[in-house]
């Protein structure tokens, strides 16, 4: 079967060194409500990411960061025949390429209590990974995948908000 062939899995991944599986996995889904979910919260959060850095650079982050959630899930769950589909891992990708842009920027600025107003993105993004990400025991939910493939987005959008626009970071110039 296609999913059998593509879909993410430690087994196929390390096992078998299959390394298309990561990115494949985020265009497979398991039925129609899944897809309508996955494309509903990743165009809300794929054109705030696509208005952050632009439409190429920012869908390319977020099919990084959702394979990059992918594959270190493969790599936790290892020995595990751990199987996952969808876009979601790509979704919270997005939700955190969002926060790692929001750190760099807030840290720019000179505010009161600059270190809660630079967390305050990243706080906010665990907030809507815990109410959109988690499941029931047993749900058939990829939680590893939404919360490593938030925290690639969060090294993905620091990293290149931080490349784009090298400046000081205030926050680490005050006492």
Known sequence: SISGRF???????????????????????????????????????GMLVSK????WKGWALI???????????????????????????AVFGALGILSGIGI?????????LPWLRVLAPLLAGFVLLGWLGGAAPGGGVDVFGHVF????????????????NPGPIEALHRR
Do not use: Y
Request: charged letters at 15%.
């Open 7 to 45: 879909a993410s899995s430690s087994v196929g991944l390390i096992g078998r060194g299959e390394w298309w599986r990561p990115f494949t996995a985020l265009f497979l889904h398991g039925d129609g409500p899944h897809i309508v979910g996955n494309l509903a919260s990743g165009a809300v959060f």
């Open 52 to 55: 952050s850095l632009g439409p």
């Open 63 to 89: 099919l990084l960061a959702g394979a990059a959630g992918n594959a270190i899930t493969s790599w936790v769950t290892w020995p595990e025949d751990f199987r996952s589909l969808g876009a979601s891992t």
């Open 104 to 112: 760099v920027e807030n840290s720019r600025e000179k505010v009161r």
């Open 149 to 164: 493939g938030f925290c690639a987005g969060v090294i993905a959008g620091f990293l290149c908000r931080l490349a784009e």
